[in-house]
Structures are given as C-alpha cells and as structure tokens.
C-alpha cells in the first residue's frame, strides 16, 4: 500500500488526500487546526495537529516508505522559512522518506521587467515572501542531498478556484492598479495543480524544479475584474502606482508590483498533464460558489 505524508493538508492538501484515498493509499495529514484534524479523521484519514513554529509539539514522524508532501506556508515575518526547517529538523530524527515534492512558488523570481521566466532563470526574489520560499527550497535540497532523498519542487503561480476567489477585497471595493500599469501574472486552478502535485510525485526526479501555471498570463486587474463580472459585483476602483503606494496593504502592493510570465512548458512535456483550465474564463465558470452569478442574483 503507498504511504502519502502531506504536511500543511490545507486547500490544495486535502484535494491530494481525497484523490490518493480513492486509489487506497495510507495517508497521514498534518494539520495546525484541532477542528481540521477531527474533520478529517472523521472521513477516514489519520491526523497530526502540530504547528510548525513550535517543534514542542510534534509527536514523532516516522515518514519511512512515505511521500511527502510539504505545502505549508512560510511564517509572516523574516526572509527564512522557520517553520520548514523546524519540520527537517524534526524528520532528520527519523526514517526518510521516498520522495520529497515541496509547494513553492514563482515570487522566488524576479519581479521586475514583464521578462518570461523558465525553471532557469535567476532565483532573486525582490520580496521577503519570495525569499523565504527561496529559503526553503535550499533546506530541503539539503536535506536530500544529505539523506539521498529526491527532492521535487513546483513553483506555483496564483491559485484560484471554488472558495479561493477574491470575494472580500471587490465586495469591499479594494482598489485594484490601472490596467495600463498592471503587468502580466499568473495563475492555476486548484483542481489543475492537484493532478500536477500528484504527478510531480509519481514522473518527478531528484532536483526537478517545475513552473507551474495555466500559460495564459493576464494581470491582476484583469484578473480581478473578471471574477467581478462573473460574481455580478461593481468592478473595482483602479488607481496609478503612485496612488497605490499610499493606499494598498503590502501584501497587495507587492502582488500588484510584481510582473512576470511564466513558462510552464517542462510541467507540460515532462509530467505529461492535461489541464482542465487553461484560460480563467472556463476555470472561473467552475469555481463559483451557489448563487453568486450575475444572472443568479438578479433571479433570487
């Protein structure tokens, strides 16, 4: 029976659970929320709750003949990723696993200059977010180069898809960048990455890097926009760079300075996946929650 270990069994976790489960895997899901783990003990798979910023708390892992998945996200603060090395720290007690496939993302790039970027181009991210997943990638490849682990790692662009669409920030008028300011960025559905996640495990070797994105790049207002049409909500209030500095958060000034496009042709050719949204259009009609449609709202 293969052995799954996914740590951080969040959104895009638990849709890696539940497929594996249908194949009959023995699948082991850590998670930070007591609620979270009786939720899915309750559905048949069994359950560590630890958190990851406190090593006090983790029982012993044995991740023998397991893969691992880690998809946990970096702490808020810092440019290291604490809560991965606390995780090595921990697994380094005990028997290794078979394979290693790490969730980063594509902020470890550079942001500047709407440049296509390949799993070769130059790892210097210009945000602490991008540094510390760059910080990770570094602790696992150390981590199997020391314990002859492979190691994969996915560098995924925006996720989005049901429950993951940005309803607070355009029913709440957030002001988005003007379009002609607003460079290219990336995105895939999470019903898209599940099956790449899930393929990087099975067709991925040791230090494979991987893009991961639909390969149709739009920017964020458009983005945006389109989710408020589709939703039936007002499209958001645009504002230059100049504005923005003085009245986005950091997280959303940092999404929004950010611009790349990003070439996923080795996920493509070398994991052999066929995606199901390539474009947002079709992947936003399938993330809608009940009755948020324009034509729902108008009938009810």
């Given at each position: 029976m293969q052995k799954v270990f996914i740590a951080g069994c969040g959104y895009i976790?638990?849709?890696i659970a539940r497929a594996y489960m249908d194949s009959g895997a023995d699948i082991t899901c850590l998670v930070r929320s007591p609620e979270n783990g009786a939720r899915l003990e309750s559905d048949g798979f069994t359950t560590?709750?630890?958190t990851l910023d406190d090593p006090a708390t983790f029982p012993t892992l044995n991740l023998s003949d397991s893969v691992l998945f880690y998809l946990a996200p970096p702490p808020g603060g810092g440019i290291t990723d604490s809560r991965a090395r606390n995780f090595i720290a921990r697994i380094a007690e005990s028997g290794k696993p078979l394979k290693i496939v790490y969730m980063s993302a594509t902020s470890v790039y550079s942001g500047a200059g709407c440049e296509i970027v390949t799993e070769d181009s130059p790892t210097v991210p210009?945000?602490?977010m991008g540094k510390r997943r760059l910080d990770a990638e570094s602790a696992f490849k150390?981590?199997?180069?020391?314990n002859t682990v492979p190691v994969v790692i996915l560098r995924v662009s925006g996720i989005y898809g049901p429950g993951r669409l940005p309803l607070m920030q355009i029913s709440q008028g957030q002001p988005l960048l003007k379009e002609d300011e607003s460079g290219p960025s990336n995105r895939i559905h999470a019903d898209d990455l599940t099956t790449i996640t899930i393929a990087a495990a099975e067709k991925g070797t040791d230090d494979d890097i991987?893009?991961?994105s639909d390969g149709q790049p739009s920017s964020m207002t458009t983005y945006f926009n389109a989710c408020a049409d589709i939703l039936g909500f007002p499209r958001q209030p645009q504002v230059t760079m100049a504005e923005a500095h003085k009245i986005m958060s950091p997280l959303m000034l940092s999404y929004v300075s950010q611009s790349r496009i990003v070439n996923n042709s080795r996920m493509l050719e070398r994991l052999g996946v066929k995606l199901l949204y390539t474009n947002v259009s079709e992947g936003?009609?399938?993330s809608l929650?009940?009755?948020q449609t324009k034509a729902d709202r108008q009938r009810d």
């Open positions: 976790g638990e849709r560590v709750v630890a210009e945000s602490a150390a981590y199997g180069a020391t991987f893009n991961i936003l009609k399938a929650p009940p009755h």
